[in-house]
Each structure stands twice: as structure tokens, then as C-alpha cells.
Antibody, heavy 115, light 107 residues
């Protein structure tokens, strides 16, 4: 069964860091573009970042450039999102997904940035 | 950035109704348009990619159409499980952007 399971969310103070993980099963992450999407409380979906199949190309929404880093560990078949210098506006449920137009979604992990 | 505008933002419909949701891009995006369904408290679910292609397992009452800047999601006969929020997304140019969503409610 194809599945994505996120972890690593939590409560963090403004300016702090978190690393989100997304463990894949049933397929190999290195053969797909992988994506992070977030959803602030009561709001719509926002595309955050993706990483191409070969890992050489990474793209980010402007609001996270320079603060967030997407990466992949092929040996662990996992996707990551390193989030630094977090702001209140980064508070959201973060979903990982398979594909450019995400076809497979994880269940999400909640990040709350608050003092 | 490409702006995606969905209309209406919400609608009320009855079981069996034909429902149409529109998504307009601020510039031409070829056919790189996807649709997603999201129910409260759940992750989104992919319905359509490439404007017209149904994801595996999606009922045939869902269909997509359009080109250039104007796209449509149609539900031919609304079922109880279809009451949800629907989002479009363009995947033509970074950053990939979503529409604001259309909430489909029970009349």
C-alpha cells in the first residue's frame, strides 16, 4: 500500500526551528517529485516546496525561501522539511505529497509557532 | 505568481444536482491544472490532474475541462459523500498556487 506518514510537528517559539519528516512506503521517493503543502487554521491550501526526482532541483514559495529547506534521504525513503526562523504565520498543518500535482497525501502534522 | 480564482466560494446543492465549479488563472497555464477534494479534519484527496484525467478510484461523475486560463470541475450528480471543499491548483509555473476553495454544502 502506498502511504506517507508525517511526523515532527509541535509547538515552537518564534525564531525557533523544527524538522518535519515524511516516511514513505509502497513506493520509492527517489523516483517521484515530492512536495510539501500547508494549511493554516481555517484557511486554504498553500504549496510550500518541492524537490525533483534526482534531488538537484528544489523550489520554494517566496515566504519560506532562505528559512525552509526540503531534502530527501533515499536510504530511508523519506522526505524532510527543515524549518528555521519560524514565524507565527508558519502555523499550519503540513502535508507531504507524492507528485508535482500531488496524487498521494500524508495525514499531516501540525506546527504551531507561538510564544 | 499565477493567481488562481475559484468561483463560487461556496454553494448549496441537493443530492442529484449537477454542480459546476470554475477556476480562472491569471495567465495561461496550458493543461497543468489539478483538482482536490477536502473534507473537514481530513487531508486533501486528488481528483483530477492534467485538467481532464481522473485519478484512480475517483468516480466518473467527476469530470474536468478547460484550457488556457479557464477551467471547470463538474460533478454530474451530487452524492452525499461529495459535500466538501474543492480546490484547484496550477502546476505550470513556480510557485504552484491553489485557488481559494469552493465549499459545497447541503441545501
Amino acid at each position: 500500500e502506498v502511504q506517507l506518514v508525517e511526523s515532527g510537528g509541535g509547538l515552537v517559539q518564534p525564531g525557533g526551528s523544527l524538522r518535519l519528516s515524511c516516511a514513505a512506503s509502497g513506493f520509492t521517493v527517489s523516483t517521484y517529485t515530492m512536495t510539501w503543502v500547508r494549511q493554516a487554521p481555517g484557511k486554504g491550501l498553500e504549496w510550500v516546496a518541492n524537490i525533483k526526482e534526482d534531488g538537484s532541483d528544489k523550489y520554494y514559495v517566496d515566504s519560506v525561501k532562505g528559512r525552509f529547506t526540503i531534502s530527501r534521504d533515499n536510504a530511508k525513503n523519506s522526505l524532510y522539511l527543515q524549518m528555521n526562523n519560524l514565524r507565527a504565520e508558519d502555523t499550519a498543518v503540513y502535508y507531504c505529497g507524492r507528485g508535482t500535482a500531488v496524487a498521494v497525501w500524508g495525514q499531516g502534522t501540525t506546527v504551531t509557532v507561538s510564544s | 505568481d499565477i493567481q488562481m480564482t475559484q468561483s463560487p466560494s461556496s454553494l448549496s446543492a441537493s443530492v442529484g444536482d449537477r454542480v459546476t465549479i470554475t477556476c480562472r488563472a491569471s495567465q495561461a497555464i496550458k493543461n497543468y491544472l489539478a483538482w482536490f477534494q477536502q473534507k473537514p479534519g481530513e487531508a486533501p484527496k486528488s481528483l483530477i490532474y492534467g485538467t481532464i484525467y481522473l485519478q484512480s478510484g475517483v468516480p466518473s461523475r467527476f469530470s474536468g475541462s478547460g484550457s488556457g486560463t479557464d477551467f471547470t470541475l463538474t460533478i454530474s450528480s451530487l452524492q452525499p459523500e461529495d459535500f466538501a471543499t474543492y480546490y484547484c491548483q496550477q502546476c505550470d509555473a513556480y510557485p504552484f498556487t491553489f485557488g481559494g476553495g469552493t465549499r459545497v454544502e447541503i441545501k
